[in-house]
Protein backbone atom coordinates (compact mmCIF):
# COMPACT_ATOMS: atom_id res chain seq x y z
CA UNK A 1 0.00 0.00 0.00
CA UNK A 2 1.18 3.46 -1.21
CA UNK A 3 1.17 6.45 0.96
CA UNK A 4 -1.15 8.26 -1.49
CA UNK A 5 -3.78 5.08 -0.39
CA UNK A 6 -4.66 6.18 2.88
CA UNK A 7 -3.87 9.78 2.50
CA UNK A 8 -2.39 12.31 5.16
CA UNK A 9 -5.38 12.43 7.97
CA UNK A 10 -5.48 8.52 8.10
CA UNK A 11 -1.45 8.30 8.55
CA UNK A 12 -1.58 10.54 11.45
CA UNK A 13 -4.30 8.90 12.99
CA UNK A 14 -2.17 5.19 12.28
CA UNK A 15 1.03 6.96 14.08
CA UNK A 16 -0.96 8.61 17.17
CA UNK A 17 -0.26 5.11 19.39
CA UNK A 18 2.81 4.10 21.82
CA UNK A 19 3.86 7.75 21.49
CA UNK A 20 3.14 8.89 25.23
CA UNK A 21 6.26 7.87 27.47
CA UNK A 22 6.00 9.86 30.56
CA UNK A 23 2.49 11.10 30.40
CA UNK A 24 3.65 13.53 33.93
CA UNK A 25 4.34 16.56 31.02
CA UNK A 26 2.17 16.04 28.57
CA UNK A 27 -1.36 17.94 28.65
CA UNK A 28 -2.54 17.48 25.26
CA UNK A 29 -0.96 15.09 22.30
CA UNK A 30 -1.11 14.86 18.89
CA UNK A 31 -3.96 15.92 17.11
CA UNK A 32 -4.56 19.78 18.03
CA UNK A 33 -3.22 22.57 15.94
CA UNK A 34 -0.40 22.28 18.63
CA UNK A 35 0.32 19.82 21.35
CA UNK A 36 0.52 20.87 25.10
CA UNK A 37 3.14 19.93 27.72
CA UNK A 38 4.63 21.28 31.00
CA UNK A 39 7.89 22.24 31.71
CA UNK A 40 9.51 21.86 35.20
CA UNK A 41 9.44 25.59 36.64
CA UNK A 42 12.85 24.80 38.49
CA UNK A 43 14.55 23.61 34.91
CA UNK A 44 15.76 25.64 31.47
CA UNK A 45 14.79 25.12 28.58
CA UNK A 46 16.89 23.30 26.05
CA UNK A 47 16.20 22.86 22.13
CA UNK A 48 17.66 21.35 18.99
CA UNK A 49 16.40 20.08 15.32
CA UNK A 50 18.56 17.71 13.41
CA UNK A 51 17.40 16.75 9.31
CA UNK A 52 18.21 13.64 7.49
CA UNK A 53 18.15 13.43 3.84
CA UNK A 54 17.57 9.99 1.89
CA UNK A 55 20.82 9.19 -0.34
CA UNK A 56 23.08 11.83 1.84
CA UNK A 57 22.16 10.72 5.30
CA UNK A 58 21.21 7.72 4.76
CA UNK A 59 20.40 4.91 2.27
CA UNK A 60 17.60 2.30 2.44
CA UNK A 61 19.71 0.09 0.40
CA UNK A 62 22.27 0.32 3.15
CA UNK A 63 19.89 0.34 6.53
CA UNK A 64 16.94 -0.48 7.21
CA UNK A 65 14.22 1.92 7.81
CA UNK A 66 14.11 0.87 11.32
CA UNK A 67 17.64 1.57 11.75
CA UNK A 68 17.40 5.13 10.14
CA UNK A 69 14.57 6.10 12.31
CA UNK A 70 16.39 4.77 15.73
CA UNK A 71 19.49 6.88 14.32
CA UNK A 72 17.78 9.97 13.43
CA UNK A 73 16.73 9.67 17.41
CA UNK A 74 19.63 8.98 18.54
CA UNK A 75 21.56 12.17 16.83
CA UNK A 76 19.00 13.91 18.54
CA UNK A 77 18.87 12.74 22.02
CA UNK A 78 22.60 13.20 21.84
CA UNK A 79 22.38 16.43 21.00
CA UNK A 80 20.47 17.12 25.10
CA UNK A 81 23.22 14.53 26.46
CA UNK A 82 25.92 16.51 25.34
CA UNK A 83 24.14 19.93 27.12
CA UNK A 84 23.89 16.88 30.49
CA UNK A 85 20.45 17.57 29.89
CA UNK A 86 17.19 15.43 30.49
CA UNK A 87 15.10 15.00 26.99
CA UNK A 88 11.43 15.39 26.86
CA UNK A 89 9.62 15.52 24.25
CA UNK A 90 9.99 15.30 20.75
CA UNK A 91 8.09 16.46 17.26
CA UNK A 92 8.78 15.39 13.84
CA UNK A 93 8.27 15.76 10.30
CA UNK A 94 8.35 13.09 7.30
CA UNK A 95 8.16 14.24 3.66
CA UNK A 96 7.93 11.68 1.78
CA UNK A 97 6.99 10.49 -2.63
CA UNK A 98 3.72 9.52 -2.38
CA UNK A 99 4.33 6.48 -4.25
CA UNK A 100 6.17 5.23 -0.86
CA UNK A 101 5.06 2.20 0.44
CA UNK A 102 3.55 2.75 4.06
CA UNK A 103 5.34 -0.51 5.31
CA UNK A 104 8.42 1.60 5.13
CA UNK A 105 7.00 4.59 7.20
CA UNK A 106 5.87 1.92 9.58
CA UNK A 107 9.19 0.52 10.01
CA UNK A 108 10.64 4.27 10.47
CA UNK A 109 8.10 5.41 13.20
CA UNK A 110 8.96 1.84 14.75
CA UNK A 111 12.67 2.86 14.99
CA UNK A 112 11.63 6.46 16.44
CA UNK A 113 9.68 4.95 18.59
CA UNK A 114 11.70 2.05 20.23
CA UNK A 115 14.40 4.72 21.04
CA UNK A 116 12.01 7.39 22.40
CA UNK A 117 10.46 4.68 24.64
CA UNK A 118 13.85 3.33 26.01
CA UNK A 119 14.15 7.04 26.87
CA UNK A 120 10.69 7.92 28.29
CA UNK A 121 10.35 10.92 25.57
CA UNK A 122 7.02 12.02 24.34
CA UNK A 123 6.21 12.32 19.94
CA UNK A 124 3.64 15.04 20.49
CA UNK A 125 3.50 16.23 17.22
CA UNK A 126 4.48 15.42 13.69
CA UNK A 127 3.91 17.05 10.20
CA UNK A 128 3.52 14.14 7.07
CA UNK A 129 3.89 16.03 3.83
CA UNK A 130 4.33 15.12 0.07
CA UNK A 131 8.13 15.16 -1.40
CA UNK A 132 8.76 15.15 -5.37
CA UNK A 133 11.71 12.47 -4.56
CA UNK A 134 13.41 11.34 -1.61
CA UNK A 135 12.90 10.92 1.74
CA UNK A 136 13.43 14.19 4.21
CA UNK A 137 12.99 12.75 8.04
CA UNK A 138 13.52 16.19 10.53
CA UNK A 139 13.06 15.95 14.46
CA UNK A 140 12.77 18.97 16.79
CA UNK A 141 13.53 17.34 20.61
CA UNK A 142 13.01 19.27 23.72
CA UNK A 143 14.98 18.85 27.31
CA UNK A 144 15.25 20.48 29.92
CA UNK A 145 18.24 20.76 32.61
CA UNK A 146 18.50 22.76 36.29
CA UNK A 147 18.96 26.21 35.58
CA UNK A 148 22.27 27.69 34.81
CA UNK A 149 24.00 24.00 34.64
CA UNK A 150 23.53 23.31 31.35
CA UNK A 151 27.19 22.31 29.35
CA UNK A 152 28.18 24.55 26.68
CA UNK A 153 31.13 23.96 24.54
CA UNK A 154 32.51 27.64 25.86
CA UNK A 155 33.85 26.42 29.55
CA UNK A 156 36.76 24.70 28.98
CA UNK A 157 39.83 26.62 30.80
CA UNK A 158 43.92 25.71 30.17
CA UNK A 159 44.87 22.86 32.89
CA UNK A 160 41.72 20.69 32.53
CA UNK A 161 42.03 17.34 31.48
CA UNK A 162 39.97 16.30 28.30
CA UNK A 163 38.10 12.70 28.27
CA UNK A 164 36.15 10.37 26.43
CA UNK A 165 32.86 8.11 27.48
CA UNK A 166 33.51 4.49 26.06
CA UNK A 167 34.67 3.82 22.72
CA UNK A 168 35.36 6.19 19.67
CA UNK A 169 36.04 5.14 15.97
CA UNK A 170 33.26 2.52 16.86
CA UNK A 171 30.57 3.27 14.27
CA UNK A 172 33.41 4.24 11.85
CA UNK A 173 34.82 0.72 11.98
CA UNK A 174 31.64 -0.80 11.69
CA UNK A 175 30.47 0.74 8.80
CA UNK A 176 34.35 -0.16 7.22
CA UNK A 177 33.72 -3.76 7.78
CA UNK A 178 30.55 -3.55 6.03
CA UNK A 179 31.45 -1.64 3.33
CA UNK A 180 34.47 -4.56 2.80
CA UNK A 181 31.80 -7.34 3.63
CA UNK A 182 34.10 -8.42 6.08
CA UNK A 183 32.77 -11.30 9.12
CA UNK A 184 33.38 -11.12 13.07
CA UNK A 185 32.99 -7.03 13.18
CA UNK A 186 29.72 -8.01 15.23
CA UNK A 187 29.56 -5.24 18.12
CA UNK A 188 31.02 -2.38 15.79
CA UNK A 189 28.40 -2.77 13.38
CA UNK A 190 25.88 -3.01 15.43
CA UNK A 191 27.70 0.08 16.67
CA UNK A 192 27.02 1.63 13.60
CA UNK A 193 23.17 0.62 12.78
CA UNK A 194 22.19 1.52 15.98
CA UNK A 195 24.41 4.09 18.32
CA UNK A 196 23.33 4.94 21.60
CA UNK A 197 23.06 8.46 23.07
CA UNK A 198 24.94 8.82 26.44
CA UNK A 199 22.17 10.57 27.90
CA UNK A 200 22.77 9.22 31.98
CA UNK A 201 26.12 9.86 31.67
CA UNK A 202 25.81 13.61 30.01
CA UNK A 203 23.73 13.80 33.42
CA UNK A 204 26.53 12.62 35.52
CA UNK A 205 29.38 14.43 34.11
CA UNK A 206 27.35 17.28 33.94
CA UNK A 207 26.15 16.79 38.10
CA UNK A 208 30.58 16.08 38.53
CA UNK A 209 30.87 19.70 37.60
CA UNK A 210 32.41 19.39 33.55
CA UNK A 211 33.68 22.89 32.12
CA UNK A 212 32.66 22.00 28.65
CA UNK A 213 31.16 18.78 26.68
CA UNK A 214 30.63 18.10 22.68
CA UNK A 215 28.85 14.71 21.65
CA UNK A 216 30.82 13.19 18.57
CA UNK A 217 28.91 13.54 15.42
CA UNK A 218 31.21 14.29 12.98
CA UNK A 219 34.89 12.47 14.44
CA UNK A 220 36.64 13.45 17.80
CA UNK A 221 38.70 16.04 15.65
CA UNK A 222 36.20 17.79 14.67
CA UNK A 223 34.84 18.50 17.80
CA UNK A 224 37.99 19.13 19.63
CA UNK A 225 38.14 22.01 17.61
CA UNK A 226 34.62 23.20 18.12
CA UNK A 227 35.61 23.42 22.15
CA UNK A 228 38.82 24.70 21.49
CA UNK A 229 37.48 27.68 19.46
CA UNK A 230 33.99 28.08 21.81
CA UNK A 231 36.44 28.03 24.96
CA UNK A 232 39.67 30.01 23.53
CA UNK A 233 41.71 27.05 23.95
CA UNK A 234 44.59 24.62 22.54
CA UNK A 235 44.10 21.11 23.23
CA UNK A 236 46.41 18.27 23.01
CA UNK A 237 45.34 14.15 22.97
CA UNK A 238 47.77 11.03 23.45
CA UNK A 239 47.21 8.44 20.60
CA UNK A 240 48.22 6.27 23.01
CA UNK A 241 45.29 6.44 25.36
CA UNK A 242 42.61 6.85 22.87
CA UNK A 243 40.05 4.09 23.65
CA UNK A 244 39.75 2.20 20.47
CA UNK A 245 37.45 -1.05 20.60
CA UNK A 246 39.68 -4.12 19.66
CA UNK A 247 37.60 -4.27 16.18
CA UNK A 248 39.06 -0.91 15.21
CA UNK A 249 43.02 -2.32 15.69
CA UNK A 250 41.72 -5.62 13.65
CA UNK A 251 40.28 -3.27 10.89
CA UNK A 252 42.93 -1.44 11.03
CA UNK A 253 45.64 -3.92 10.45
CA UNK A 254 43.51 -5.81 8.04
CA UNK A 255 43.29 -2.78 5.66
CA UNK A 256 46.65 -0.91 6.32
CA UNK A 257 45.08 2.24 8.32
CA UNK A 258 45.81 3.85 11.22
CA UNK A 259 43.50 3.11 14.21
CA UNK A 260 43.00 6.31 15.69
CA UNK A 261 41.86 7.97 12.41
CA UNK A 262 38.61 5.85 13.06
CA UNK A 263 38.27 7.98 16.15
CA UNK A 264 39.65 11.00 14.89
CA UNK A 265 37.74 11.43 11.45
CA UNK A 266 35.16 8.97 11.64
CA UNK A 267 31.70 10.43 13.27
CA UNK A 268 28.50 9.04 14.69
CA UNK A 269 29.59 7.44 17.68
CA UNK A 270 27.73 9.91 20.02
CA UNK A 271 30.08 9.20 22.62
CA UNK A 272 30.55 12.50 24.76
CA UNK A 273 34.23 14.03 24.60
CA UNK A 274 34.41 16.94 27.57
CA UNK A 275 37.22 18.83 29.80
CA UNK A 276 37.15 19.04 33.69
CA UNK A 277 39.29 20.60 36.63
CA UNK A 278 42.11 18.08 36.83
CA UNK A 279 41.37 17.39 40.51
CA UNK A 280 37.90 16.03 39.23
CA UNK A 281 39.98 13.37 37.31
CA UNK A 282 39.84 10.30 40.01
CA UNK A 283 36.39 10.88 40.87
CA UNK A 284 35.26 10.95 36.84
CA UNK A 285 37.44 7.98 36.38
CA UNK A 286 35.08 6.22 39.25
CA UNK A 287 31.80 6.20 37.05
CA UNK A 288 33.31 3.92 34.73
CA UNK A 289 32.96 4.13 30.66
CA UNK A 290 35.55 7.28 31.55
CA UNK A 291 38.93 7.71 29.56
CA UNK A 292 41.10 10.58 30.14
CA UNK A 293 43.10 11.17 26.65
CA UNK A 294 44.36 14.90 26.61
CA UNK A 295 44.68 18.08 28.39
CA UNK A 296 43.60 21.97 27.76
CA UNK A 297 46.17 24.60 27.23
CA UNK A 298 46.44 28.01 26.55
CA UNK A 299 46.32 28.56 23.09
CA UNK A 300 43.73 29.49 20.45
CA UNK A 301 41.92 26.70 18.64
CA UNK A 302 45.14 24.40 18.08
CA UNK A 303 44.43 20.72 18.35
CA UNK A 304 47.18 18.72 18.37
CA UNK A 305 47.90 14.99 18.87
CA UNK A 306 50.89 13.25 20.30
CA UNK A 307 51.71 9.96 18.23
CA UNK A 308 52.57 6.56 19.24
CA UNK A 309 55.92 7.73 17.82
CA UNK A 310 56.05 10.63 20.75
CA UNK A 311 55.59 13.15 17.58
CA UNK A 312 53.45 16.53 18.06
CA UNK A 313 50.90 16.18 14.79
CA UNK A 314 48.26 19.25 14.34
CA UNK A 315 44.73 18.13 13.39
CA UNK A 316 42.90 19.03 10.98
CA UNK A 317 39.01 19.82 11.42
CA UNK A 318 37.81 18.39 8.60
CA UNK A 319 34.68 16.35 10.03
CA UNK A 320 31.16 15.71 7.78
CA UNK A 321 30.56 19.29 5.88
CA UNK A 322 27.62 19.15 4.18
CA UNK A 323 28.12 21.35 1.11
CA UNK A 324 31.87 20.78 1.01
CA UNK A 325 33.07 19.51 -1.82
CA UNK B 1 27.72 31.82 -4.99
CA UNK B 2 26.30 27.97 -4.34
CA UNK B 3 25.82 27.03 -0.73
CA UNK B 4 28.32 24.41 -1.61
CA UNK B 5 30.94 27.20 -1.84
CA UNK B 6 30.91 28.40 1.63
CA UNK B 7 30.18 25.42 3.49
CA UNK B 8 27.99 24.25 6.05
CA UNK B 9 29.74 26.01 9.02
CA UNK B 10 30.11 29.12 7.10
CA UNK B 11 26.59 29.29 6.45
CA UNK B 12 25.63 29.15 10.31
CA UNK B 13 27.57 31.64 11.08
CA UNK B 14 25.98 33.81 8.04
CA UNK B 15 22.53 33.64 9.78
CA UNK B 16 23.17 33.78 13.32
CA UNK B 17 21.96 37.35 12.97
CA UNK B 18 18.82 39.08 14.05
CA UNK B 19 17.22 36.08 15.44
CA UNK B 20 16.95 37.34 18.87
CA UNK B 21 13.32 39.17 19.09
CA UNK B 22 12.99 38.53 22.90
CA UNK B 23 16.10 38.27 24.87
CA UNK B 24 14.16 37.90 28.34
CA UNK B 25 13.83 34.43 27.31
CA UNK B 26 17.05 33.59 25.95
CA UNK B 27 19.71 32.24 27.99
CA UNK B 28 22.11 30.82 24.75
CA UNK B 29 20.84 31.17 21.35
CA UNK B 30 22.51 29.26 18.10
CA UNK B 31 25.82 27.38 18.26
CA UNK B 32 26.16 24.79 20.54
CA UNK B 33 24.53 21.03 20.55
CA UNK B 34 21.39 22.61 21.61
CA UNK B 35 19.56 26.18 22.45
CA UNK B 36 18.93 27.37 26.07
CA UNK B 37 15.72 29.61 26.85
CA UNK B 38 13.59 29.72 29.70
CA UNK B 39 10.22 29.26 29.93
CA UNK B 40 7.54 31.05 32.48
CA UNK B 41 6.11 28.57 35.14
CA UNK B 42 2.92 30.18 35.02
CA UNK B 43 2.29 28.66 30.91
CA UNK B 44 1.82 25.93 29.77
CA UNK B 45 4.39 24.74 26.32
CA UNK B 46 2.80 24.82 22.95
CA UNK B 47 5.04 23.33 20.40
CA UNK B 48 3.98 22.28 16.52
CA UNK B 49 6.20 21.88 13.50
CA UNK B 50 5.39 22.50 9.74
CA UNK B 51 7.44 21.48 6.71
CA UNK B 52 7.28 23.03 3.02
CA UNK B 53 8.34 21.28 -0.15
CA UNK B 54 9.31 23.42 -3.04
CA UNK B 55 7.11 22.40 -6.04
CA UNK B 56 4.67 20.97 -3.85
CA UNK B 57 3.99 23.20 -0.93
CA UNK B 58 5.46 26.13 -2.94
CA UNK B 59 7.27 26.89 -6.44
CA UNK B 60 9.80 29.75 -6.68
CA UNK B 61 8.63 30.07 -9.97
CA UNK B 62 5.32 31.51 -8.42
CA UNK B 63 7.00 33.01 -5.45
CA UNK B 64 9.95 34.83 -3.85
CA UNK B 65 11.85 33.20 -1.73
CA UNK B 66 11.27 36.30 1.16
CA UNK B 67 7.84 35.19 0.54
CA UNK B 68 8.06 31.74 0.78
CA UNK B 69 10.13 32.31 3.93
CA UNK B 70 7.53 34.93 5.16
CA UNK B 71 4.50 32.78 4.68
CA UNK B 72 6.03 29.78 6.41
CA UNK B 73 6.60 31.48 9.63
CA UNK B 74 2.92 32.77 9.20
CA UNK B 75 1.56 28.96 9.08
CA UNK B 76 4.08 28.25 11.98
CA UNK B 77 2.69 31.53 13.68
CA UNK B 78 -1.05 30.78 13.41
CA UNK B 79 -1.17 27.09 14.69
CA UNK B 80 0.19 29.05 18.12
CA UNK B 81 -2.96 31.79 17.52
CA UNK B 82 -5.35 28.58 17.21
CA UNK B 83 -4.38 27.78 20.50
CA UNK B 84 -4.72 31.35 21.97
CA UNK B 85 -0.87 30.94 22.60
CA UNK B 86 1.69 33.43 22.80
CA UNK B 87 4.75 32.51 19.97
CA UNK B 88 8.31 32.38 21.76
CA UNK B 89 11.07 30.45 20.06
CA UNK B 90 11.42 28.41 16.56
CA UNK B 91 13.72 26.37 15.42
CA UNK B 92 14.25 25.93 11.62
CA UNK B 93 15.77 23.16 9.26
CA UNK B 94 17.08 23.62 5.74
CA UNK B 95 17.89 21.04 3.11
CA UNK B 96 18.68 22.49 0.08
CA UNK B 97 20.95 21.58 -3.25
CA UNK B 98 24.43 21.96 -2.96
CA UNK B 99 23.76 24.46 -6.20
CA UNK B 100 21.52 26.69 -4.89
CA UNK B 101 22.17 30.32 -4.82
CA UNK B 102 23.14 31.42 -1.65
CA UNK B 103 21.24 34.71 -2.50
CA UNK B 104 17.86 32.59 -2.67
CA UNK B 105 18.59 31.39 1.41
CA UNK B 106 19.41 34.56 1.86
CA UNK B 107 15.94 35.89 0.90
CA UNK B 108 14.44 32.75 2.46
CA UNK B 109 15.87 33.50 5.83
CA UNK B 110 14.98 37.00 5.56
CA UNK B 111 11.28 36.23 5.46
CA UNK B 112 11.32 33.97 8.33
CA UNK B 113 13.63 37.13 10.42
CA UNK B 114 11.33 39.68 9.05
CA UNK B 115 8.32 37.85 10.38
CA UNK B 116 9.48 36.46 13.29
CA UNK B 117 10.43 40.01 14.34
CA UNK B 118 7.17 41.52 13.93
CA UNK B 119 6.00 38.76 16.65
CA UNK B 120 8.81 39.35 18.99
CA UNK B 121 9.45 35.24 18.44
CA UNK B 122 13.85 34.02 18.47
CA UNK B 123 15.13 31.87 16.40
CA UNK B 124 17.29 29.93 18.27
CA UNK B 125 18.60 27.35 16.71
CA UNK B 126 18.90 26.02 12.21
CA UNK B 127 20.02 22.76 10.85
CA UNK B 128 21.50 23.15 7.32
CA UNK B 129 21.96 20.23 5.09
CA UNK B 130 21.79 19.10 1.43
CA UNK B 131 19.41 17.71 -0.33
CA UNK B 132 18.84 15.56 -3.49
CA UNK B 133 16.92 18.13 -5.10
CA UNK B 134 14.71 20.83 -4.42
CA UNK B 135 14.20 23.04 -1.16
CA UNK B 136 12.71 21.09 2.12
CA UNK B 137 12.23 24.08 4.71
CA UNK B 138 10.93 22.58 8.56
CA UNK B 139 10.49 25.16 11.33
CA UNK B 140 9.58 24.25 14.80
CA UNK B 141 7.96 26.78 16.68
CA UNK B 142 7.53 26.55 20.86
CA UNK B 143 4.71 28.85 22.45
CA UNK B 144 3.36 29.46 25.79
CA UNK B 145 -0.64 29.64 27.04
CA UNK B 146 -1.64 30.37 30.73
CA UNK B 147 -2.25 26.74 32.43
CA UNK B 148 -5.62 25.38 31.22
CA UNK B 149 -6.11 27.80 28.93
CA UNK B 150 -5.49 26.49 25.69
CA UNK B 151 -8.07 26.53 23.54
CA UNK B 152 -8.90 22.95 21.61
CA UNK B 153 -10.87 22.07 18.71
CA UNK B 154 -13.19 19.81 21.18
CA UNK B 155 -14.76 22.02 23.15
CA UNK B 156 -17.36 22.95 21.06
CA UNK B 157 -20.98 22.27 22.48
CA UNK B 158 -24.30 22.20 21.02
CA UNK B 159 -25.89 26.19 21.61
CA UNK B 160 -22.66 27.87 20.71
CA UNK B 161 -21.93 30.24 18.07
CA UNK B 162 -19.70 29.70 15.43
CA UNK B 163 -17.03 32.80 14.22
CA UNK B 164 -14.38 34.11 12.09
CA UNK B 165 -11.60 36.60 12.15
CA UNK B 166 -11.31 39.19 9.40
CA UNK B 167 -12.56 37.97 5.53
CA UNK B 168 -12.29 33.73 4.28
CA UNK B 169 -11.48 33.13 0.71
CA UNK B 170 -8.90 36.09 0.83
CA UNK B 171 -6.04 34.26 -0.16
CA UNK B 172 -7.53 31.93 -2.63
CA UNK B 173 -9.04 35.08 -4.09
CA UNK B 174 -5.62 36.70 -4.26
CA UNK B 175 -4.19 32.88 -6.10
CA UNK B 176 -6.55 32.86 -8.77
CA UNK B 177 -6.68 36.37 -9.86
CA UNK B 178 -2.79 35.81 -9.88
CA UNK B 179 -3.29 32.75 -11.80
CA UNK B 180 -5.44 34.28 -14.43
CA UNK B 181 -3.06 37.12 -14.54
CA UNK B 182 -6.10 39.71 -14.02
CA UNK B 183 -5.39 43.26 -12.93
CA UNK B 184 -7.54 44.99 -9.74
CA UNK B 185 -7.07 42.22 -6.67
CA UNK B 186 -4.18 43.89 -4.83
CA UNK B 187 -5.20 43.55 -1.40
CA UNK B 188 -6.02 39.62 -1.98
CA UNK B 189 -3.06 38.84 -3.73
CA UNK B 190 -1.22 40.44 -0.78
CA UNK B 191 -2.81 38.25 1.56
CA UNK B 192 -2.16 35.14 -0.57
CA UNK B 193 2.04 35.76 -0.90
CA UNK B 194 2.24 37.95 2.39
CA UNK B 195 -0.22 36.53 5.26
CA UNK B 196 -0.24 37.30 8.52
CA UNK B 197 -1.17 34.96 11.76
CA UNK B 198 -4.24 36.19 14.06
CA UNK B 199 -1.92 36.05 17.47
CA UNK B 200 -3.51 39.15 18.95
CA UNK B 201 -7.07 38.25 17.76
CA UNK B 202 -6.45 34.68 18.99
CA UNK B 203 -5.38 35.67 22.37
CA UNK B 204 -8.34 38.04 23.03
CA UNK B 205 -10.56 34.93 22.03
CA UNK B 206 -9.16 32.64 24.69
CA UNK B 207 -9.04 35.38 27.07
CA UNK B 208 -13.16 36.02 26.16
CA UNK B 209 -13.33 32.13 26.86
CA UNK B 210 -13.89 30.89 23.17
CA UNK B 211 -15.07 27.56 23.62
CA UNK B 212 -12.93 25.47 20.47
CA UNK B 213 -10.44 27.46 17.66
CA UNK B 214 -8.71 26.25 14.12
CA UNK B 215 -7.27 28.49 12.14
CA UNK B 216 -8.00 28.14 8.30
CA UNK B 217 -4.80 26.59 6.44
CA UNK B 218 -7.03 24.26 4.11
CA UNK B 219 -10.35 25.53 3.91
CA UNK B 220 -13.21 26.73 6.36
CA UNK B 221 -15.27 23.22 5.55
CA UNK B 222 -12.76 21.62 6.93
CA UNK B 223 -11.77 23.07 9.41
CA UNK B 224 -15.70 23.61 10.76
CA UNK B 225 -15.04 20.12 10.07
CA UNK B 226 -12.28 19.20 12.34
CA UNK B 227 -14.12 21.31 15.02
CA UNK B 228 -17.12 18.83 14.47
CA UNK B 229 -15.07 15.71 14.79
CA UNK B 230 -13.19 16.57 17.76
CA UNK B 231 -16.44 17.96 19.57
CA UNK B 232 -18.58 15.09 18.69
CA UNK B 233 -21.09 17.70 17.35
CA UNK B 234 -22.79 19.43 14.19
CA UNK B 235 -21.76 22.71 12.66
CA UNK B 236 -24.46 24.96 10.41
CA UNK B 237 -23.48 28.53 8.68
CA UNK B 238 -24.70 31.11 6.77
CA UNK B 239 -23.59 31.16 3.23
CA UNK B 240 -24.85 35.04 3.12
CA UNK B 241 -23.08 36.15 6.17
CA UNK B 242 -19.90 34.39 6.02
CA UNK B 243 -17.47 37.56 5.61
CA UNK B 244 -15.85 38.02 1.78
CA UNK B 245 -13.67 40.68 0.68
CA UNK B 246 -15.23 42.68 -2.19
CA UNK B 247 -12.66 41.54 -4.71
CA UNK B 248 -13.60 37.89 -3.98
CA UNK B 249 -17.37 38.93 -5.21
CA UNK B 250 -15.78 40.61 -8.07
CA UNK B 251 -13.25 37.71 -8.72
CA UNK B 252 -16.32 34.94 -8.57
CA UNK B 253 -18.42 36.92 -11.25
CA UNK B 254 -15.73 36.95 -13.23
CA UNK B 255 -15.33 33.65 -13.38
CA UNK B 256 -18.55 32.35 -12.90
CA UNK B 257 -17.72 30.82 -9.74
CA UNK B 258 -19.51 30.72 -6.19
CA UNK B 259 -18.12 33.42 -4.11
CA UNK B 260 -18.31 31.43 -0.79
CA UNK B 261 -16.32 28.65 -2.44
CA UNK B 262 -13.44 30.79 -1.62
CA UNK B 263 -13.50 30.62 1.53
CA UNK B 264 -14.78 26.76 2.35
CA UNK B 265 -11.77 25.35 -0.12
CA UNK B 266 -9.47 27.92 -0.38
CA UNK B 267 -6.95 27.25 2.49
CA UNK B 268 -4.11 29.47 3.74
CA UNK B 269 -6.10 32.45 4.76
CA UNK B 270 -4.79 31.53 8.06
CA UNK B 271 -8.01 33.55 9.64
CA UNK B 272 -9.45 31.98 12.80
CA UNK B 273 -12.85 30.14 13.47
CA UNK B 274 -13.81 29.56 16.86
CA UNK B 275 -17.52 28.56 18.66
CA UNK B 276 -18.44 30.42 21.83
CA UNK B 277 -21.25 30.33 24.47
CA UNK B 278 -24.29 32.25 22.62
CA UNK B 279 -24.22 34.78 25.70
CA UNK B 280 -20.82 35.68 24.56
CA UNK B 281 -21.82 37.09 20.78
CA UNK B 282 -22.19 40.84 21.98
CA UNK B 283 -18.55 40.88 23.79
CA UNK B 284 -17.05 39.39 21.04
CA UNK B 285 -17.98 41.52 17.69
CA UNK B 286 -16.97 44.23 19.88
CA UNK B 287 -13.54 43.09 19.46
CA UNK B 288 -13.75 44.32 16.00
CA UNK B 289 -12.70 42.31 12.93
CA UNK B 290 -15.45 39.51 14.41
CA UNK B 291 -17.92 37.78 12.23
CA UNK B 292 -20.88 35.11 13.71
CA UNK B 293 -21.44 32.67 10.36
CA UNK B 294 -23.38 30.17 11.92
CA UNK B 295 -24.00 28.06 15.48
CA UNK B 296 -23.35 24.56 16.72
CA UNK B 297 -26.15 21.40 16.94
CA UNK B 298 -26.44 18.47 18.71
CA UNK B 299 -25.20 15.75 16.22
CA UNK B 300 -22.31 14.04 15.02
CA UNK B 301 -19.58 15.15 12.62
CA UNK B 302 -21.95 17.09 10.07
CA UNK B 303 -21.41 20.46 8.43
CA UNK B 304 -23.74 22.26 6.83
CA UNK B 305 -24.82 25.30 4.81
CA UNK B 306 -27.82 27.76 4.30
CA UNK B 307 -27.43 28.66 1.00
CA UNK B 308 -28.58 32.22 -0.36
CA UNK B 309 -31.12 29.91 -2.01
CA UNK B 310 -32.24 28.95 1.65
CA UNK B 311 -31.63 25.81 0.79
CA UNK B 312 -29.31 23.07 2.96
CA UNK B 313 -26.09 22.22 1.61
CA UNK B 314 -23.96 19.67 3.08
CA UNK B 315 -20.28 20.16 3.42
CA UNK B 316 -17.49 17.90 2.68
CA UNK B 317 -13.84 18.00 4.53
CA UNK B 318 -12.35 18.60 1.55
CA UNK B 319 -9.55 20.48 1.80
CA UNK B 320 -5.79 20.21 0.44
CA UNK B 321 -4.88 16.58 1.38
CA UNK B 322 -1.01 16.52 0.92
CA UNK B 323 -1.12 12.65 -0.19
CA UNK B 324 -4.61 12.31 -1.89
CA UNK B 325 -4.76 12.04 -5.68
Chains 1, 2 share one sequence.
Do not use: W
Request: a negative charge; charged letters at 20%; proline letters at 3%.
Amino acid sequence: MQLQDIGEFNFIDSINSDVINDASTVVTGIGDDCAIYKANPEMEQLVSIDTMVEEIHFSLRYMTPYDVGYRLMTANLSDIAAMGGIPRQVVLSVAAPKALDVAILDEFYKGIKDQCKLHHVNILGGDTVSSQEGIVLTVTIIGEVPRGTAVLRSGARPGDIVGVTNYVGYAATGLGALSYGYDGYDMTILGHQRPDPQIELGQALRMHGVTSMNDISDGLASELHEIAKASGVNIVIDEQIVPLHEETYTLAKSLGTRPVDYALYGGEDFQLVFTAPKELEDTLKKIGQITIIGQVLEGNNIVQMVTKERKIETLEARGYNHFGN
